[in-house]
């Protein structure tokens, strides 16, 4: 123990420093994570390695780009769809934290609107919809802009119209 406090007073660490591991929160739609495809003709699963993605679909180049806390689709290079994964995640905290959030059965999961974890767009003959069906990310109490993670399971589908 002493070459701890030792430690401690050599790097000038002040003894009552608190630290905040976070909530660790993993957040389901609330359709149970399944996803609806009747109806649209491609399924492009978005999980994963590489982080960017470019497929081909007849003569349209589709790029998705997953980064750290968003989802991004670009059609023929044109930004075209985008989640901010940390934005849906702070506005979960907040209905968390309001009590308003709804428990899943286990552990530290919730069930949010499906509406809220989708994006979609028509364009050029297609509609393609982004939908995240589970979100997990961790909360710091004391530090709202801190370096957070997310892990998100989403889905591209596209229809033809």
Do not use: C
């Amino acid at each position: 123990m002493e070459k701890v406090d030792t430690a401690l007073a050599i790097f000038k660490v002040k003894g009552d420093l608190k630290y905040d591991p976070g909530i660790s929160i993993t957040l389901q739609n609330d359709e149970n994570q399944v996803l609806n495809i009747k109806g649209y003709d491609y399924l492009i699963e978005l999980n994963g390695y590489p982080e960017k993605k470019v497929t081909r679909i007849y003569s349209t180049d589709l790029t998705t780009n997953k980064i750290k806390s968003e989802i991004s689709l670009l059609v023929n290079n044109q930004q075209a769809l985008h989640i901010d994964l940390k934005e849906l995640f702070a506005q979960a905290i907040k209905a968390y934290k309001n009590g308003t959030l709804k428990a899943s059965n286990e552990k530290q999961k919730y069930l949010y609107p499906a509406r809220l974890m989708r994006v979609s767009k028509a364009i050029n003959g297609y509609n393609y919809v982004i939908v995240v069906t589970s979100l997990q990310g961790r909360y710091y109490e004391n530090d709202l802009d801190a370096d957070s993670w997310f892990e998100a399971k989403s889905y591209l589908l596209i229809k033809k119209l």
